[in-house]
């Protein structure tokens, strides 16, 4: 079953659909999103295309964040 979200969730994207997708799935987050945001106890901590977001985080709770799903 998540395979076919996935899936629905990329052709979707590639038709270039607005969508706002709220997952911890940070694989998915970095291959369909064009801009991605961090929240953090509610709050926005980051936000920015993926390569910058996945790429070289500008914040401690999102590099442990990232660190600790280790999918990126």
């Avoid at 999103?33 to 910058?52: T, W």
Wanted: hydrophobic share 45%.
């Amino acid at each position: 079953m998540q395979q076919e979200v996935v899936r629905v969730i990329k052709d979707l994207a590639a038709e270039h659909r607005t969508m706002i997708i709220v997952t911890h799935d940070m694989r998915l987050a970095a291959d369909v999103c064009d801009h991605v945001i961090f929240l953090h106890q509610g709050r926005i901590e980051e936000q920015g295309p993926p390569a910058q977001i996945f790429g070289a985080p500008q914040t401690a709770r999102l590099r442990q964040f990232l660190s600790a799903t280790s999918d990126c």
